[in-house]
């Protein structure tokens, strides 16, 4: 049984089109991540939302939304998505908001933007 | 500017020797340091970790060293496996705030 799910897991579209990433997490975590990983492969946080209430976002642009509809679900909508949005896309959780509890993440959802 | 630095891309090791992985930051407010280790087609899963009142931390056959005044830690992994070849991401944090991530490095144990 999987601890943090995400889905789907390859995402192929064209420019301009609005998309969503679904994760749904299974330990009881109460604080929910999305990481992006980019051509560099350096993985740079988004979001971060803690019992529902958002507490970290980075300097992303606004076609990004996070979604959490309660505690073991943080979904990301992106709106007309561009070239350079392209790169694969974590989902993790942790034990609480500190960071120093280690981080469970997805396996990814590769985000190809045409 | 990247905060977490892993200067080598890549890395190859003979089975049953040493396997030593860099990493170098640049934030002294970093007091929380943390390996994970990636296979393809799947998230990151955590390895090891250490706090920065320490300079040692050792499970099984993994160890990490950290020396603060050189903003340096280091990963050995003793003796090397081929199942240990992955992507081994350095992350570090100031309490309270967010982890940041080094770009990886690539380990590749030769059997």
């Known amino acids: 049984d999987t601890a943090v799910s995400q889905t789907p897991k390859y995402l192929v579209t064209q420019m301009g089109n609005d998309k969503s990433i679904k994760c749904e997490q299974n330990l009881g975590h109460d604080t929910m991540y999305w990481y992006k990983q980019d051509s560099k492969k350096f993985l740079k946080i988004m979001f971060s939302y803690n019992n529902k209430e958002l507490i970290i976002n980075e300097t992303v642009p606004n076609r990004f939304s996070p979604k959490s509809p309660d505690k073991a679900h943080l979904n990301l909508h992106i709106n007309s998505l561009e070239l350079g949005d392209s790169a694969v896309y974590f989902c993790a959780s942790s034990q609480d908001r500190t960071g120093m509890e280690k981080l469970f993440f997805g396996s990814g959802t590769q985000l190809s933007v045409l | 500017d990247q905060q977490v630095k892993q200067n080598s891309p890549s890395l190859s090791v003979q089975e049953g020797r040493i396997s030593i992985l860099n990493c170098d930051y640049t934030n002294s407010m970093f007091d929380y340091f943390l390996w994970y280790k990636k296979y393809p087609a799947e998230g990151p899963t955590f390895l090891i970790s250490?706090?920065?009142?320490?300079d040692k931390n050792e499970d099984g056959r993994f160890t990490v060293f950290l020396n603060k005044s050189a903003k340096h830690l280091s990963l050995h992994i003793v003796p090397s496996q081929p199942g240990d070849s992955a992507v081994y991401f350095c992350a570090a944090m100031e309490y309270g705030n967010k982890l940041v991530f080094g770009a990886g490095t690539i380990l590749r144990v030769k059997s």
């Open positions: 250490i706090s920065s009142i320490k």
